[in-house]
């Protein structure tokens, strides 16, 4: 067989520089990755790592995510699977945006040029992507089909608009889901986030709740499932109504209540609404509007975070209006306070300040009272010092007296239920999904505004995608770009073909993530997002692998975008992600995140320059559990670097040949076969770290072979073969040198994972600690299958064992095959 690359000059010293570039080349010319839906013999097998954002570099932590899971992509390939390892740009988003508002490249100049960069460093690691199927989240002919999804969305009942408190980022400029607002502040610039009162699109992921709740037999960490459960926040309790004193202007007669506590229910002593409450403005009295509505003002810049802090003094105003309880019929003062949130349950929170130590300190500062309807054992009669949270039994609560509180809820939610006055109620935590966003570098929602009688109007498939017009201006003003461009705005209705305008919102950018994964199986279909055949051939994906930081937002989102697609009959099954790994952290050498005011980052490219990707790649595994992450260590790589030298060795400086068979090459050879065993079993579980240390004990095994002389030819040629097939996965370059280097066809990639020979890995002999009563006397060498009779006769005839026996017979013979033997003397 000729080549380009077999007639290159072999270079004695290991220089990755020589070699990885070229045998990439090649990778690529002759097309060793692309991977067909179907080939005969082969079952498919979806290997996916999360696409990264174009953010114009890869760091360290990329090439943390994605080495690790090109060498287990690349062991399933030599486990005989047909494997998709796919790549592509998560490319719209506010950086590009915020790029061009600071006065550099517009977003789609930015965004390109960080795709040709980013590309070209990923194809660095020397990872198995099949490029065929790139896709980038920020071209027309992906967007199309973001927009696509969307319709059918909305289509379903899924996509709605309502008015709606949102988190509103004051230096961004745009409205975040709740999951961008971390400790009150913008997830992505860190400036403040205040609550605003704004039309917005949303989907209704919480009609999938009970289902995403069921999370148990996804073969994901259970940390993971757990963050998800926690942040779905399923509650059973009663909904209960309250009447209006005073019906509200718009015929509002009453308010409900969502309370995990029925039991309570006769303790109530004051009403709260959220500031948002859209009753607020209606019931608020003349004497108490110019308070309340400077309360609901200031309560506008307060995030929900702050809100709705334990620790947090409470302020509150009343707005004039009363309600009466139905079970007991007294009056209760409706409040405003911002511990309640308008986008949680109704709005409205029933306070019962002896049971709730929040209303308990509400009810204390306003003077409000605290009567106990849930009696503590023991309970004397005497006000309480605190809220009393935990069960007891009821008193004060009319005919339901006397029950246990756990007893109380049933009958209590029951009687609501009789009366009409409410009923049982499951509420969630989760809440819709807000995908609006006031920016330019998004997907163009694809609805129009019809000035006529049509009301809001989708945009017909058939002219997809809406796309973002180029010439646009970006002004911090608080509305996307896109409305300030009349180009882009003023459109015909598709109903009535009046004047009508375009929506000027952009998508949230976690909608193109949510299902890049069904387009790379059917990349270039131009009729449909995802063609029946691909779809059924690759998804669900089998084995995903990414950051748990995304725990509760796009792996969230995309399960519920996957169950909507199922539910469309789209794709098949019901779960995206059939497992779900997620990697640790890699820290900077100072222990600390990496970052570049703590001057600790350690730029990947630099590394690779220095000391070759299949060097860099290896490291990365090595430093730890994958899950785990750490420090990076440059003494570390160092040591990685000289045993990649070392496995060069074996190749390049070849041992005499011509021994006698058995000896040190056996056992050599048996040693491959014991580290064949170790690996696979390694590889599978994802501990790539100790993988990687028993390929380094098997080098060292066979450079000490090579240096004690004459080797047997055919043993030693397997030993080295075994040696380079468990090394592509980890080091593919350096692999497929040697690999030609030794004579065996191109490609080392191409090749099947070898099985371990039991007979050869079992070990002849092993080395059995001699305890007499619990303290280690002698170590003998027996057989691994030996029996207790046999193993007691070889150590009873060991000069030490014997003299402190002494001619007495052990008491007790404690006997762990391959492991240790005690004798107990009395």
């Given at each position: 067989m000729t080549s380009t690359t077999e007639q290159q000059p072999q270079t004695e010293r290991y220089e990755p520089g020589a070699i990885e570039q070229r045998w990439r080349q090649r990778w690529e010319e002759s097309g060793l990755y692309r991977t067909e839906d179907h080939v005969d013999g082969r079952e498919n097998w979806y290997a996916l790592t999360m696409l990264p954002y174009t953010s114009g570099d890869l760091h360290v932590g990329h090439w943390f995510a994605m080495a690790p899971s090109d060498a287990l992509a690349r062991y399933r390939r030599m486990r005989g699977y047909n494997v998709l390892f796919p790549i592509g740009f998560d490319a719209f988003g506010l950086p590009a945006e915020n790029a061009a508002i600071a006065g550099g490249a517009h977003p789609k100049d930015w965004t390109d040029g960080n795709i040709v960069h980013m590309r070209e460093q990923l194809k660095s690691m020397g990872t198995m992507f099949d490029w065929t199927r790139e896709v980038d989240t920020s071209a027309p002919d992906y967007y199309r089909w973001t927009q696509w999804w969307f319709?059918?969305?909305?289509?379903?009942?899924?996509?709605?608009?309502?008015?709606?408190?949102?988190?509103?980022?004051?230096?961004?400029?745009?409205?975040?889901?709740?999951?961008?607002?971390?400790?009150?502040?913008?997830?992505?610039?860190?400036?403040?986030?205040?609550?605003?009162?704004?039309?917005?699109?949303?989907?209704?992921?919480?009609?999938?709740?009970?289902?995403?709740?069921?999370?148990?037999?996804?073969?994901?960490?259970?940390?993971?499932?757990?963050?998800?459960?926690?942040?779905?926040?399923?509650?059973?309790?009663?909904e209960a109504a309250f009447a209006l004193e005073t019906p509200a202007p718009d015929g509002t007669d009453e308010i409900r209540v969502f309370t995990t506590r029925p039991d309570t229910l006769y303790g109530v002593t004051f009403m709260v609404l959220a500031p948002e409450h859209p009753l607020v403005g209606q019931i608020t009295t003349a004497e108490h509007r110019e308070e309340v509505e400077a309360y609901v003002r200031a309560a506008a810049l307060a995030s929900e975070v702050e809100r709705q802090a334990t620790d947090r003094e409470k302020t509150g105003v009343f707005t004039g209006a009363w309600c009466v309880n139905h079970l007991n019929g007294d009056r209760v003062p409706i409040w405003i306070a911002d511990y309640a949130l308008a986008t949680y349950g109704t709005g409205a929170v029933m306070a019962v300040p002896a049971h709730d130590q929040r209303d308990f300190e509400f009810a204390g500062q306003f003077g409000l009272p605290i009567p106990v309807v849930i009696a503590p054992p023991d309970w004397d009669g005497e006000p309480l010092a605190e809220a009393f949270v935990e069960a007891g039994t009821m008193v004060n609560s009319g005919r339901f007296d006397g029950l246990p509180s756990e007893e109380g809820k049933a009958a209590v939610t029951a009687h609501l239920e009789e009366q009409d006055w409410g009923g049982p109620r499951i509420q969630y935590r989760l809440r819709d999904w807000l995908i609006s966003r006031q920016r330019y570098w998004g997907a163009p929602i694809p609805m129009v505004y019809c000035a006529g009688e049509c009301g809001i109007v989708p945009v017909p498939e058939d002219e997809l995608p809406v796309e973002l017009p180029y010439d646009v201006e970006f002004l911090p003003t608080g509305q996307s770009p896109l409305a300030l461009?009349?180009?882009?705005?003023?459109?015909?209705?598709?109903?009535?073909?009046?004047?009508?305008?375009?929506?000027?919102?952009?998508?949230?950018?976690?909608?193109?993530?949510?299902?890049?994964?069904?387009?790379?199986?059917?990349?270039?279909?131009?009729?449909?997002?995802?063609?029946?055949?691909?779809?059924?051939?690759?998804?669900?994906?089998?084995?995903?692998?990414?950051?748990?930081?995304?725990?509760?937002?796009?792996?969230?989102?995309?399960?519920?975008?996957?169950?909507?697609?199922?539910?469309?009959?789209?794709?098949?099954?019901?779960?995206?992600?059939?497992?779900?790994?997620?990697?640790?952290?890699?820290?900077?050498?100072?222990?600390?995140?990496?970052?570049?005011?703590?001057?600790?980052?350690?730029?990947?490219?630099?590394?690779?320059?220095?000391?070759?990707?299949?060097?860099?790649?290896?490291?990365?595994?090595?430093?730890?559990?994958?899950?785990?992450?750490?420090?990076?260590?440059?003494?570390?790589?160092?040591?990685?670097?000289?045993?990649?030298?070392?496995?060069?060795?074996?190749?390049?400086?070849?041992?005499?040949?011509?021994?006698?068979?058995?000896?040190?090459?056996?056992?050599?050879?048996?040693?491959?076969?014991?580290?064949?065993?170790?690996?696979?079993?390694?590889?599978?579980?994802?501990?790539?770290?100790?993988?990687?240390?028993?390929?380094?004990?098997?080098?060292?095994?066979?450079?000490?072979?090579?240096?004690?002389?004459?080797?047997?030819?055919?043993?030693?040629?397997?030993?080295?073969?075994?040696?380079?097939?468990m090394l592509a996965p980890v080091c593919p370059h350096i692999a497929e040198e040697l690999w030609e280097r030794i004579g065996q066809p191109y490609s080392v990639h191409q090749q099947d994972w070898p099985d371990a020979d039991p007979s050869l890995a079992a070990l002849e002999t092993v080395e059995l600690p001699v305890q007499i009563n619990g303290r280690l006397r002698d170590r003998i060498d027996v057989s691994p299958t030996a029996t207790e009779e046999e193993v007691l006769a070889v150590a009873a005839a060991r000069p030490r064992v014997a003299e402190l026996l002494d001619g007495a017979e052990p008491a007790r013979v404690i006997y762990v095959p391959g492991r240790m033997l005690n004798l107990v003397v009395r």
């Open positions: 319709l059918q969305l909305y289509r379903q009942g899924l996509a709605y608009r309502a008015d709606a408190p949102v988190n509103w980022c004051t230096s961004c400029n745009t409205v975040l889901a709740n999951e961008q607002v971390l400790d009150a502040a913008c997830e992505r610039c860190h400036s403040e986030v205040e609550q605003r009162a704004m039309e917005q699109w949303f989907f209704r992921i919480t009609n999938y709740a009970e289902e995403l709740l069921a999370n148990e037999e996804l073969e994901w960490p259970d940390f993971v499932k757990l963050m998800q459960r926690n942040w779905i926040g399923r509650s059973e309790g009663a461009s009349e180009e882009f705005v003023r459109t015909t209705c598709p109903e009535c073909e009046g004047p009508a305008r375009r929506e000027t919102d952009t998508m949230d950018t976690f909608m193109c993530s949510s299902w890049y994964y069904m387009r790379y199986a059917d990349a270039v279909n131009a009729e449909a997002a995802i063609g029946g055949d691909p779809a059924a051939a690759w998804l669900p994906v089998d084995q995903y692998t990414g950051g748990a930081e995304h725990a509760t937002m796009h792996l969230l989102y995309a399960r519920f975008f996957y169950k909507a697609a199922r539910d469309a009959g789209i794709v098949p099954g019901d779960e995206p992600f059939t497992r779900y790994f997620a990697q640790g952290q890699i820290l900077g050498p100072d222990g600390r995140r990496m970052s570049k005011s703590r001057g600790n980052v350690v730029p990947p490219d630099d590394q690779v320059d220095e000391w070759g990707a299949d060097t860099f790649r290896a490291y990365l595994m090595f430093l730890g559990p994958w899950d785990q992450g750490g420090p990076y260590d440059v003494e570390g790589i160092v040591g990685v670097a000289r045993w990649l030298r070392r496995v060069w060795g074996l190749v390049a400086e070849p041992p005499e040949r011509g021994g006698e068979p058995g000896g040190t090459s056996r056992e050599a050879l048996r040693e491959a076969h014991r580290t064949l065993e170790r690996v696979g079993e390694d590889y599978d579980g994802f501990h790539l770290n100790t993988a990687i240390a028993a390929l380094m004990e098997l080098t060292n095994t066979l450079v000490r072979t090579r240096e004690a002389g004459a080797v047997d030819e055919v043993d030693w040629n397997e030993s080295l073969r075994l040696l380079l097939l």
